[in-house]
């Protein structure tokens, strides 16, 4: 993916897959999240091959949709958010971008007037 520089130095893993599920970008943060899974081999690999059945039903919702998916997760004392939504080509859904950061166990809440 051209013109991603700037998702390098991003201390939020960002992974980027076309329309068909196949993995086409990730970020460095990304590449060491998963690198006991391979890293930035997994390039080329479907998103299928690394998720459960029921995670890949979500996304292939999201790509069928268009409508992001938005949760969080803990794993070894590690909080975070993960928010998977569409990116579009022309109007139409070209893949799904994977945001995943570390967020605090209790967070700060606002509501804004």
């Known amino acids: 993916m051209n013109g991603m520089a700037w998702a390098e130095g991003l201390d939020v893993a960002i992974t980027v897959s076309d329309a068909e599920g196949n993995i086409i970008y990730m970020n460095g943060r990304s590449a060491t999240t998963f690198s006991k899974y391979g890293g930035k081999s997994l390039e080329g690999t479907s998103l299928r091959e690394c998720h459960k059945p029921e995670s890949w039903q979500k996304i ?19 909080k975070k958010l993960i928010y998977q939504a569409p990116w579009f080509e022309n ?16 967070m700060d809440h606002f509501i804004r007037t």
């Open 60 to 78: 292939l919702r999201i790509l069928d949709t268009g409508r992001a998916n938005c949760y969080t997760i803990e794993k070894e004392g590690v």
């Open 91 to 106: 109007g139409q859904v070209a893949g799904l971008v994977e945001l995943s950061m570390v967020v605090p166990q209790q």
